[in-house]
Every structure is written in C-alpha cells, then in structure tokens.
C-alpha cells in the first residue's frame, strides 16, 4: 500500500532515518509528494508505517 493510503499515519520508518508526520509542513511540495508515493507496511506499533521501496530522497 502507498502512504497517502494510511490516513492514520503517524511515523514513516526508513532504513537509514524516521519521517514524522508533524515534520511534513517543512517539506517542500516535492518531497511531500514523494513521500505519499512510498510503499510501505504496517508495523506492530499503531500509526507507524516501514518502507517497502520509495524514490524518497531528502533534499535539505
């Protein structure tokens, strides 16, 4: 499933780093965009989200 599915999203958790969903005002429109196109999988912890493939890069 894509994160812009998960309406209940609070956490996204990628290999390297954790995107929280309160941090998403301080991205640009790119990345926002990119962040909803990422695959992802719910984990045990309720709102928290692991990557499965993303084209999400950081761009600060």
Same mark, same amino acid.
């Given at each position: 499933?894509?994160?812009?599915?998960?309406?209940?999203?609070?956490?996204?958790?990628?290999?390297?780093?954790?995107?929280?969903?309160?941090?998403?005002?301080?991205? *640009?429109?790119?990345?926002?965009?990119?962040?909803?196109?990422?695959?992802?999988?719910?984990?045990?912890?309720?709102?928290?989200?692991?990557?499965? *493939? *993303?084209?999400?890069? *950081?761009?600060?």
């Amino acid at each position: 499933m894509k994160l812009c599915d998960c309406k209940d999203w609070k956490a996204v958790i990628f290999p390297d780093r954790t995107i929280l969903k309160k941090d998403c005002p301080y991205m *640009s429109g790119t990345q926002l965009h990119e962040l909803a196109e990422t695959e992802v999988e719910p984990t045990e912890r309720k709102g928290y989200y692991k990557t499965i *493939s *993303s084209m999400f890069a *950081s761009r600060v």
